[in-house]
């Protein structure tokens, strides 16, 4: 499962030119489709040919780094069977490396001086960790699911485990004994609330989805301290007691992806909102200028298209004629990807970069401070 810790590790690497090959390719699902696999790699690596002015050379894979991916996936790939893969090779840094991801992502293959991480940010925003707890009156399940794996994340809580000072219940009037389950219920969903803070704060916040009966969902949503009721992400409705593992993941999945989309709606409504007081700019030219001033706080990004432009090797201003900065064209070299140069950029300056389906003009970015008129 890929982290933002990884992602941090791979944007350490750095090659003297750009020799790093990044290439993210989908597995078929069916074995029979890796037959054709080498010969869909061959194509994706023309699509990395760069030619022109910046370039020191002409730059295309290198046969070493071919003959690694090639090796990577022939021993790999029947265990990832219908996952997008991504591959780092570099043979002058002795770098080759498979990561297999947890949801489909945009093919491409990619040389520069260092990794290509756009595709690897949007695995974790798409397919992020999250934990699931099935609940009903008297039981608890809480899940982890990671990678569209499912593990156990607590051992199964039911009602008695823990004492509440239940001594009287035996000896109830029949009256009351509804009122004492209601109640014993409420203990339930107290105690489930305890566990699922216990692991988010074990491991982390992560989203949270509820399942199990209608009615139990509010009851154990109206428990739920605020720091877990701003991880809830989402419900499904199911008799807890006729759920699998499998069944669980599938149903929480869908919830996750309508949370997605839902969040990816409402970042885009929200920054359409924002007031015209110069803190937010849109299209490339006005986000390349915000991130060479490390004025960017959120940059919303697409998922697909790669625009080639020029980084200064001085100052590291981006700009896509190379004279964007006092230095000149003489110190440009070229970089086969200025959004994925202005989202690293970003995240260096401790900014956000979120991936949308079509970000407002392009691509857009909400900034620490106005710039210049000139600038946007
Ligand atoms: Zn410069």
């Given at each position: ?263 990816d709606?409402?970042a885009a409504?929200?920054f359409r ?9 849109t299209g490339?030219?006005?986000c ?10 959120l940059l919303l990004v697409p998922a ?35 959004i ?14 979120r991936t949308l389906p079509d970000p407002p003009g392009g691509i857009a970015a ?11």
């Open positions: 499962m890929i982290s933002r810790a990884e992602v941090e590790k791979l944007l350490e690497v750095r090659a003297a030119g750009p020799s790093l090959l990044s290439l993210y390719v989908q597995v078929p699902l069916d074995p029979a489709g890796l037959r054709g696999l080498a010969a869909h790699i061959g194509e994706l690596f023309a699509l990395a040919v760069r030619d022109g002015p910046g370039a020191p050379a002409a730059v295309r894979v290198r046969a070493a780094d071919a003959q690694a991916v090639r090796g990577l996936l022939a021993s790999g790939a029947r265990d990832w069977l219908g996952h997008t893969v991504a591959v780092f090779a570099c043979a002058e840094l002795g770098l080759a490396e498979a990561i297999p991801l947890p949801c489909p992502l945009p093919e491409r293959a990619v040389l520069a001086a260092r990794p290509h991480v756009r595709p690897l940010l949007l695995a974790i925003q798409r397919c992020p960790a999250y934990r699931v707890a099935v609940a009903d009156r008297r039981h608890t399940w809480l899940f982890s699911i990671a990678g569209g794996q499912i593990s156990t994340a607590a051992l199964p809580l039911a009602e008695g485990m823990r004492s509440h000072g239940f001594s009287g219940w035996y000896g109830l009037q029949a009256h009351r004994v509804n009122e004492r389950i209601i109640q014993l219920a409420r203990h339930h969903y107290r105690d489930t609330a305890a566990l699922i803070e216990q692991a988010s704060r074990a491991s982390g916040p992560e989203p949270l989805v509820l399942g199990g009966h209608q009615d139990t969902i509010p009851q154990l949503l109206a428990v739920l301290p605020p720091g877990l009721r701003d991880q809830f992400a989402g419900s499904f409705a199911a008799d807890p007691h006729t759920l699998t593992p499998a069944k669980v993941r599938d149903l929480a999945s869908h919830v996750i992806q309508d949370w997605q989309t839902a969040h709606q409402h409504a929200e909102q924002e007031p015209p007081d110069g803190r937010t700019v490339l030219n006005a390349l200028a915000a991130a060479n001033r490390h004025a960017i706080r697909g298209g790669l625009v080639p432009g020029y980084a200064c090797q001085q100052c590291g201003a981006l700009s896509s004629t190379g004279d964007g900065c006092p230095h000149g064209t003489a110190q440009s070299l070229a970089v086969p990807d200025l994925e140069e202005a989202a690293v950029a970003t995240l260096t300056d401790h900014g956000r970069v909400r900034l620490r401070y106005p710039l210049p008129d000139q600038l946007r």
